[in-house]
């Protein structure tokens, strides 16, 4: 029962301090992403390659000037969320306008023959690549306009799919970067860490019973959680590096797996690990199961 304790007072301290980690490099990796504008760059990079127009100086910057994009763009900053439905409103909107003579344009009349489609696609100058992708699409619009709008946000909501996948997997490399350079900085070593609180009993009910009224929230409160890890004397830091000696290369070999081993725990993220803890905090108030009761032996 005690060894069963150790180990699960063990595992409280370490996702604790991988929560911390998650929440610190969530933190600095929003703040960077903010300053240097990563969404509203990939979505302007995301338009330029679905229209065949990488640097954004053709039917990319109208679509960006449009009117009703215009709307969207913050006072400040840069527009980093475009609906699909206001891209294609937009889109269409620039290929299908009244005529100089004042006729109606094919976008006012509700259904037309594709024909009709196709061909003021071909005459707007479009890039060869968006052209074809365009008359693809109203050749299975049947001459309606609205279906073809639609046909163009499903088209823009594939394409933008395909980014968000890219920007994940760019923002996981700079999320284990950021973790990594913190875990290094404040010698934060996942290795060494368990290792004390396996060692001193006293330090991991210190941090069981702070750890616990943190579960209480609905999501995990990064100054709180700072605060809670400032209080208690979780061997983080550099008051006590190894030295650097030949003799001592076992240490700084176990500090550095240390550090990738928290890093690597980062990716998972804040919402990952504070549901752990919660688990962990619940699993340790309700203590051992109680014996079944012995059935009564049966009257004769």
Not at 96 to 105: I, K, Y
Not at 272 to 286: I, M, P
Request: aromatic share 8%.
């Amino acid at each position: 029962m005690l060894f069963g304790s150790a180990v699960l007072d063990t595992a409280l301290g370490i996702v604790f301090c991988f929560l911390a980690v998650s929440l610190m490099t969530s933190v600095l990796q929003e703040t960077i992403a903010t300053v240097f504008a990563w969404r509203a760059n990939t979505l302007r990079d995301g338009i330029g390659r679905l229209l065949a127009d990488p640097q954004l100086a053709g039917i990319g910057k109208e679509i960006l000037r449009h009117g009703l994009v215009q709307g969207l763009t913050p006072s400040r900053g840069a527009l980093s969320y475009l609906p699909s439905a206001t891209f294609a409103d937009a889109l269409v909107d620039l290929l299908f306008r009244p005529t100089s003579d004042g006729t109606p344009s094919a976008a006012a009349r509700p259904t037309y023959v594709t024909a009709n489609l196709i061909s003021t696609i071909q005459q707007a100058g479009l890039p060869p690549t968006l052209q074809q992708s365009l008359i693809s699409l109203a050749n299975t619009a049947s001459g309606d306009v609205s279906l073809l709008k639609t046909k163009i946000a499903a088209w823009f909501d594939s394409a933008m799919e395909r980014i968000s996948g890219e920007y994940k997997r760019r923002t996981q490399l700079w999320h284990f970067g950021i973790a990594l350079v913190l875990a290094a900085l404040l010698n934060i070593s996942t290795i060494d860490v368990a290792a004390t609180l396996w060692r001193d009993p006293a330090l991991r009910q210190a941090v069981a019973a702070e750890t616990a009224p943190l579960v209480k929230t609905n999501a995990p409160d990064a100054e709180a959680v700072a605060a809670v890890l400032d209080k208690l004397p979780v061997p983080i830091g550099w008051e006590h590096p190894p030295e650097l000696a030949f003799e001592a290369w076992f240490a700084w070999l176990s500090m550095v797996g240390g550090w990738l081993l928290t890093a690597l725990a980062a990716l998972f993220g804040a919402p990952f690990w504070f549901d752990a803890l919660k688990a962990l905090v619940n699993l340790r108030g309700a203590g051992p199961k109680p014996k079944a009761a012995a059935a009564p032996a049966n009257e004769t």
